[in-house]
């Protein structure tokens, strides 16, 4: 039986019960979107009294640029690194979770803390265990004979900033990957292991392609998260540093823009990374809803 | 060769639950044992340990004469189709059948002629090439069956395999899995809690309540002679009439509100001792209401087409007498029944025993 639709009278009710929704996203998402795209179309004067129309000159001077370039490739490696050791930590604790008879529960609720703490704020916990100079962690990594000082070398820096996103991540990925191990049925399991697959064999012959659909949509989302929402952590702890090294694409929207006063590049840089969420989500929405769907 | 010998078999969960509590027999190689009982009473408990699902708390597990509480499922030489198939849903049928060869080190060349040979066995072979999820219910059950065949074990296992078929499918199935256990003269433990599946099936009965076997016996031994209240009413269908009553002199006992039933075993009793007698549906045959022994008032009719089932009371209790399509009893109607003393079973109220 098909359920009963309420329909309205007039179209008065309707758009004021959808008002405050579409207010919040005119206003937020909508407005500052079309002003980017149009942003980056135009150059601005130093003194900031002429504009004028350019094209797509922004967009070309982007792809000549070596450091754009560079920061793109930073942030390629800095998406692969968080995803994949968020993700590869997240399976492993949920594959460990779910083993345990006893006090599963607890396991999970505090695995599942650290998602509730803000980007910034994680950013700036592991930026102190980490702190060159008081940093417990910094202490350890000195006894094992690694000099560790993240201002001043860049590929330290890109792994404070990796650790400090993806910690959060795993929290994340841990649950829905703990949803996923759930849902197997035990039989399937029971069936390989008469069929004398040990818990290696089943882990990589059933478990885990059975986990495809799960792995695929947190590979997405956690892309998603490495690109857009690393803002905070790179901002509390590197602030781009030294020099280029961990100038992620959305930092140096933020950079160019309000501190180097470059509308236009910005502009046209953030319509780049608007293209970019816009294909990660087509592909999910695709993919999630055929092939991986046992 | 495939023989299955459990003794004192118990399982206790952590929980202090205890799910089998000492059971003791044997199966026969290339016997079809079925295991038969109400849900919760353990059979799937005691299958899975057999499988070595599930650890034994006390007492062997012995398959072909060798104790193997301790050896792991893969090693027992035993296969198992489960309630739900259990087909890995990420494979293709052909994969299904192959995984465990695989696992086992098979050469290739073996595993495709066993592979061919059960999809030949189970006419299977269109369905090679398709995902589970692309083949009906009773494909699926075929490929779970596959699975087993391919291995060759000593022992199958069988956990209500036929539970999630519509009806006509599960009695056609049935059918094939009888001839196939026939033909390949494996040894077959089966779970069941549909009682004509039980009978149907097995060379071997066991049936089971809380945790316990009541009673062992090939399925007609089982039925003409119960040896517990408890087998009696949960073997055959409609089950078997229970009336309460107590002996008097000379072999007959008196049900509450008149009626006297003639019972040989109650002879040996002492008068005025409470029995209870149980009457099978089909045995109770019908008399004109004067004068008979036994009557009973018909609540209602059910037509099963071949026969009618009459409900009433006799003797203020629950009666069913199974009787001919022409029978033209109709509601409201008083009529008379009549059994053979033979046919009558004599229960102690207190244990549930059989009286002989």
Same mark, same amino acid.
């Given at each position: ?294 | ?204 009965? !066991?049936?089971?309540? %809380? ?5 062992? /016996? $090939?399925?007609? &031994?089982?039925?003409? #002679? @119960? ?33 006297? !039933?003639?019972?040989? %075993? ?5 008068? /005025? $001792?409470?029995? &209870?007698?149980?009457? #099978? @549906? ?75």
């Amino acid at each position: 039986m098909q359920a009963k639709r309420v329909t309205f009278g007039g179209t008065a009710l309707p758009l004021a019960l959808l008002a405050p929704q579409l207010a919040v996203t005119v206003v937020f998402f909508v407005w500052p979107a079309v002003q980017a795209v149009i942003t980056s179309f135009q150059r601005e004067d130093a003194f900031g009294l002429k504009t004028e129309f350019v094209g797509l000159e922004n967009f070309r001077d982007l792809w000549a640029d070596p450091l754009y370039l560079e920061s793109f490739g930073t942030t390629m490696i800095f998406s692969a690194a968080v995803a994949v050791s968020a993700l590869v930590v997240g399976l492993l604790l949920a594959v460990l979770v779910d083993r345990v008879s006893r006090g599963a529960e607890i396991y999970s609720a505090l695995l599942i803390w650290p998602y509730a703490v803000a980007p910034a704020l994680a950013a700036i916990l592991w930026a102190f265990l980490l702190n060159p100079s008081i940093g417990p962690l910094t202490r350890l990594l000195r006894v094992l004979g690694i000099a560790w000082n993240y201002n001043v070398d860049g590929t330290q820096a890109l792994i404070l900033i990796v650790f400090a996103s993806a910690w959060k991540q795993v929290s994340y990925n841990f649950l829905f990957f703990l949803a996923g191990l759930q849902s197997i049925p035990r039989s399937l399991l029971e069936a390989a292991s008469i069929d004398a697959a040990g818990p290696w064999r089943q882990f990589r012959t059933i478990v885990f392609p059975l986990l495809a659909p799960t792995t695929f949509f947190l590979i997405v989302v956690n892309v998603v998260y490495a690109f857009f929402d690393t803002f905070g952590v790179v901002h509390a702890t590197t602030g781009g540093g030294p020099g280029q090294s961990t100038t992620l694409l959305v930092y140096k929207v933020w950079k160019d823009g309000f501190i180097g006063l470059n509308l236009g590049s910005s502009s046209a840089q953030s319509v780049v990374l608007l293209v970019i969420v816009i294909a990660l989500t087509a592909v999910q929405f695709r993919f999630l809803e055929r092939r991986i769907n046992y | 060769m495939g023989s299955v010998t459990l003794s004192n078999l118990r399982k206790v969960y952590a929980g202090g639950q205890e799910a089998v509590r000492g059971v003791s027999f044997d199966v026969a190689d290339g016997t079809f044992c079925v295991l038969v009982g109400p849900s919760g009473c353990g059979k799937s408990t005691l299958l899975r340990m057999i499988a070595g699902l599930e650890t034994v708390s006390s007492g062997t597990v012995a398959i072909d004469g060798r104790t193997v509480n301790d050896v792991e499922p893969a090693d027992r030489d035993i296969a198992m189709v489960f309630q739900n198939y259990a087909l890995y849903p990420h494979m293709r049928v052909r994969d299904n059948l192959a995984y465990g060869l695989r696992n086992r080190k098979t050469p290739k060349p073996e595993i495709e002629t066993r592979v061919a040979e059960a999809a030949r066995i189970l006419g299977l072979g269109e369905m090679l090439d398709r995902y589970p999820r692309q083949l009906s219910g009773g494909q699926r059950q075929r490929v779970a069956m596959g699975r087993a065949i391919v291995r060759k074990p000593q022992v199958f296992l069988f956990d209500e395999p036929l539970s999630n078929l519509d009806a006509k499918l599960r009695v056609q199935m049935r059918v094939e899995i009888k001839r196939l256990q026939r033909s390949l003269g494996v040894t077959a433990v089966y779970v069941t809690h549909d009682q004509v599946e039980a009978m149907t099936l097995s060379d071997q009965l !066991v049936v089971m309540s %809380a945790g316990r076997v009541e009673q062992v /016996g $090939t399925a007609i &031994e089982i039925y003409r #002679r @119960p040896m517990t209240r408890f087998v009696a009413t949960f073997i055959g269908s409609p089950p078997m009439n229970i009336l309460a009553g107590t002996v008097e002199p000379g072999g007959i006992v008196a049900l509450p509100e008149g009626g006297r !039933v003639t019972v040989p %075993a109650a002879a040996a009793l002492a008068p /005025g $001792t409470p029995v &209870e007698v149980g009457i #099978r @549906p089909e045995e109770a045959t019908r008399r004109a209401a004067d004068g008979a022994s036994l009557r009973m008032r018909v609540d209602f009719a059910e037509e099963l087409g071949a026969t009618r089932l009459l409900h009433g009371k006799l003797g203020g209790q629950d009666f069913i007498v199974q009787t001919q399509l022409l029978d033209q009893a109709a509601d409201g109607d008083a009529i008379g029944l009549s059994v053979e003393p033979s046919a009558v079973h004599l229960f102690d109220p207190g244990t549930g025993h059989r009286i002989d």
